[in-house]
């Protein structure tokens, strides 16, 4: 635990802060540079020599994917609108997958504390998968077409899976013999 309190790993905690508001105040603006300035920053960080974790470009992936999916399910469902839906309206918003893509780079560093005991992953995707979704109608990036009560209990169930898998993804190097310590192999 007394990793989590380095300068790398403060550093990689600020930098995905920084590109949630970024891509969310310019998803509401329907500027997209923001989010690809503040996704950048942060993959040059982080993916930059000793600090990249060896399971990160598999972790981004799979973050990608399933951003994609679940963000684009809801869009079909009819139960959200995001303000600024390029390239496609019935897709997820290129900024949140930037979105999702920075979250993962969190996984094996500022939040690698998730791996600490099993149930830590999903709990966390349930509370805070639906309260960063909220922030962001809050602040206009998204609109919640649906009962915010209905719209916040599927994001809870979809974030608690979601990041369960993307835990385990990034665990994964483990059995292989990579330490997860924030971008250190063993």
């Known amino acids: 635990m007394r990793n989590l309190f380095k300068a790398p790993v403060l550093i990689n905690a600020v930098l995905f802060q920084i590109l949630w508001f970024a891509a969310v105040l310019g998803g509401a603006q329907k500027v997209l540079w923001p989010a690809i300035l503040a996704t950048a920053v942060m993959f040059g960080w982080q993916l930059a020599g000793k600090r990249r974790h060896p399971n990160d470009i598999k972790v981004i992936c799979a973050a990608i994917v399933l951003g994609l999916a679940v963000d684009s399910t809801w869009i079909g469902l009819g139960l959200m609108e995001f303000n600024d839906p390029r390239p496609f309206t019935w897709l997820s918003p290129v900024w949140m997958v930037f979105m999702w893509a920075g979250f993962a780079l969190t996984l094996n560093h500022s939040m690698v504390w998730l791996t600490a005991h099993p149930v830590l992953p999903g709990l966390m995707g349930l509370i805070g998968g639906p309260m960063a979704y909220l922030a962001g109608e809050r602040l206009g990036a998204v609109e919640y077409l649906a009962n915010t009560l209905l719209v916040s209990g599927l994001l809870a169930i979809?974030?608690?899976?979601?990041?369960?898998?993307?835990?385990?993804?990034?665990?994964?190097?483990?059995?292989?013999?990579?330490?997860?310590?924030?971008?250190?192999?063993?």
């Not at 979809?158 to 192999?185: C, D, N, R």
């Open 158 to 186: 979809a974030w608690a899976i979601s990041v369960t898998i993307l835990v385990k993804i990034a665990t994964a190097s483990k059995e292989a013999g990579f330490s997860v310590q924030p971008g250190l192999p063993k």
